[in-house]
């Protein structure tokens, strides 16, 4: 039953996002291109002021060759005071055409790093909150993957990894550094003195550029100075808790994989070896550390009292399966830490190993070397390891909190306090149905690293949230209760809504809610108060008429239960079911599905602009069995089975048009599109964007950025590992396989494609044009309907605002064609009449 509380916020939800008209209109493109979104919301350290990236209608964007990175160019923030809830107000002055991001707190909140995108250049600057004075530093970080560019010393001083060129980050660059550089190449070449780019293989591994070197540098705010602590290809840092020492990782030489060792999985994703050093701040010294090592960069953990770091590592050519913790002191001593009967629980794609520290030593997650499904965490002692969860039924596999003398943990649904020996005590409060976390964007690091405090964060089995605490000693803890709130102090949250921060401070839950029409609200929540919205975004969007969503339940190919959804567009009285689009992506197994806002790469396939243009769009759980040698047979099959299950079910029967389906898919939803089309004739029409069909020559065509700038690493296991390893699923390189190249790439198939086929690419696609080239060509062969249109400068996600509505509106004529749906005139349809003349060929 909802409490008088969670009935309240949920009318207060309802006000913040408006109450939609009586005259209610369908999601357009246009709605689409004019969206608004969260990104980034962080508390300070004392859990008061809460900061808000919100990023504006994606139309608005200043420039559009960002790729994914388009959304931060429209990023502004704004400044909540949980003390004194109200509307969140501007932090920084809106100014034209830069986008500001949040970046890490000051140790005593009191100093906000922050971002700066302008064009294509990218800078640091801290601000004071409470001054709102702001400071632009002379450093262009790097944008961290999984450790961390930019961290605070003290309260005062700031170090930043930065590009000695001041050139933007890789994840930046990496689309519009061809545009910049490469007619300046052009035009050395027309004049007759261009240069080449080189890279080498084997014995000419290091034949390739390298980069320009990285500075650490040290910003003292309090002295205004800038100093260069180090130098190198600097890639990862991480300040030990005194600010004594740094450790700093360096890229090292290129990891080219051997014959016979597979790519990607066990061996990452990494294409250069990370060295480890570790620098003294007082004197400037540089030691290197854990010689001959490859480090991982999700792992730099400092002890407690900072005077030794935790890392894993492995050995030259060794899979990450076969790397060690090693514990490694001020001494220079390394002791590879023994885990006994047990490995490392490593995540791969990215990799990442869960690990902290307790009562002086470190404490990892991994399992029994004969059961790898059970997780367990261990304290390593110098007397062995310790398993602290071993008593506890079903345990979480992730710890909640990390205390000076106790470990956090959920098991089966109970709150329990674990000492350095592994003695466990369920502390007070109901049952459970586990921990909440809030998201963590920043320092992706982190979000391996339990926290390190005396308390965890409890959800009720009503959804309801619960601070609980443990004492450092003996006792038992407790259950908080918020002050001058009655009972247990639970804090309410909807079903639908989304824990993004909590303050202890104030007992308070940082909410982002959302409806079905892509409003948003953030919400501050609080046990005996009312809830508070301080910043709601997408207002516009409450004339929205909301699809109807039917979950679909059906079986897998396994007989396991599955569920994929139906999205129904609002249908007047007496009038036919619409068409059905079906949207596949193989892999995808979707427990819930949700509408709201999109973020960058939901715009090329976006469900809300389907059932707007008067589709009926189902979602289909197609999940690939683990160790399945053929992934792709029977994908239309499967489909088919899908749609058959949705026209049966008493709920959906009758509400599409069984006998008018249509495929559109986007990247490897484009490969399952097209699998689909050579298995069966069931579909009218289909649309497929950034789809991969030749998997031969994917697993060797350079992404452009590659060819572009080689200085930057040498990614070629990330398109053959695709291939081979992650969903391309061919298991080895094509000359050890080469029938299962055949079989598993569509393009080899293409006679039997009878459905007429748009085909929408980028020219800077990391899936290669000549994919959508080769596709296209195997059809105009065979004299079959299809058309193929190339976006010049986009890349996979066809990020500009006019190549968006172009695609959408081809699209929508495609399928409305073959649907049979108001054909347009003539010359609006997105391809011409067999029987029209070739045009005149042009005069120069």
Partial sequence: MPTRLSQALAGLLASALLVPPAAARPFTVEDLLRTESFGQVSLDPAGRRLVIERRGPYVSSPEFDY?????????????????????????????????????????????????????????????????????????????????????????????????????APRSLRGFFDYADRQPGRWAATARGHGQPSVIGSGADRTARDRAAPHELLAFDLARHTRRVLARGDLTDLEIAPDGHAVALLEAGEDLQPKAGEP?????????????????DLATGRRTPLCAGCDVLNALLSWSPDSRDLLVFARGPDAPW?????????????????????????????????????????????????????????????????????????????????????AALAVADGVAWRLDATGHAQQLGGAPATGAAWPRRLLEPRLGLTPPRRDWMLLQDPDGALRQVSAAIGPSVGSTDVAPGASG?????????????????????????????????????????????????INARLAAIDPPR??????????????????????RAAGSPPPPLLVRPYLG???????????????????????????YALLLPSLPIRRGDPAPWTGVADRILAIVRAAADQPDSTGTFDAGRL?????????????????????FRA????????????????????????????????????????????MGAPPWAAPQRYVAGSPIFAADRITTPLLILHGDQDVVGLAQAETLFTSLYRQDKDALLVTYWGEGHMLNSPATLRDRYARGFAWLDRGFGINPPPAAAVPRPARAAARPAPRTR
Avoid: C
């Fill in 67 to 167: 790729d994914i990175r388009t959304d931060w160019a429209l990023a502004r923030l704004f400044v909540a005071d949980l003390a004194k809830p109200g509307p969140a107000r501007p932090l920084l002055p809106a100014a034209a055409g830069m986008g500001y991001l949040a970046g890490p707190w000051s140790p005593d909140g009191r100093r906000l790093a922050v971002y700066r995108l302008s064009g294509h250049r990218w800078r640091l600057g801290v601000i004071t909150l409470v001054t709102r004075s702001l400071t632009w530093l002379a450093a262009a970080p790097e944008d961290a993957q999984q450790g961390r560019t930019v961290q605070w010393r003290s309260n005062t001083e700031l170090l930043a990894l930065s590009r000695a060129d001041g050139r």
């Fill in 263 to 279: 790519l990607q999985g066990d061996y990452g994703l990494a294409t250069q070896i990370q060295r480890l050093s570790r620098l």
């Fill in 321 to 405: 399966t076969a790397g060690a913790f090693h514990r490694l002191g001020p001494d220079g001593r390394d002791t590879v830490l023994d885990l006994g009967a047990h490995v490392p629980a490593l995540s791969l794609r990215p990799e990442g190993v869960r690990t902290g520290w307790l009562d002086g030593a470190p404490v990892v997650l991994a399992h029994p070397t004969e059961a790898p499904d059970r997780d367990v965490w261990l304290r390593l002692t110098p007397d062995g390891p310790i398993a602290l969860t071993a008593a506890l039924k079903d345990p979480h596999p992730v710890l909640a909190a990390l205390g000076d003398g």
């Fill in 488 to 536: 247990a102090g639970a804090v309410p949250r909807p079903a639908d809504s989304e824990l993004l921060a909590w303050s202890p401070a104030y007992r308070t839950a940082v909410l982002r809610a959302a409806d079905d029409r892509g409003r948003q609200a953030i919400v501050l929540a609080r046990a005996g108060a009312a809830p508070r919205t301080v910043a709601t």
């Fill in 549 to 570: 969503v039917i979950a679909i339940h059906h079986p897998g190919p396994d007989g396991a239960p599955l569920t994929s959804w139906l999205l129904l567009p609002p």
């Fill in 588 to 614: 995808d197994n979707y427990r819930a599905v949700r509408i709201s806002a999109p973020f960058v790469g939901d715009l090329v396939a976006n469900a809300p602009a389907f059932v707007g243009h008067g």
């Fill in 662 to 682: 249509g495929l559109w898919g986007q990247s490897y939803g484009g490969y399952t599109v097209v699998t689909a089309l050579t298995q069966s004739e069931a």
């Fill in 686 to 729: 289909a649309v497929v964007s950034g789809a991969p069909t030749d998997l031969l020559a994917m697993w060797g065509t350079f992404q452009p950025n590659w060819r572009y700038s080689p200085e930057d690493g040498i990614d070629i296991a990330w398109h053959a590992g695709w291939t081979e390893t992650a969903q391309g699923a």
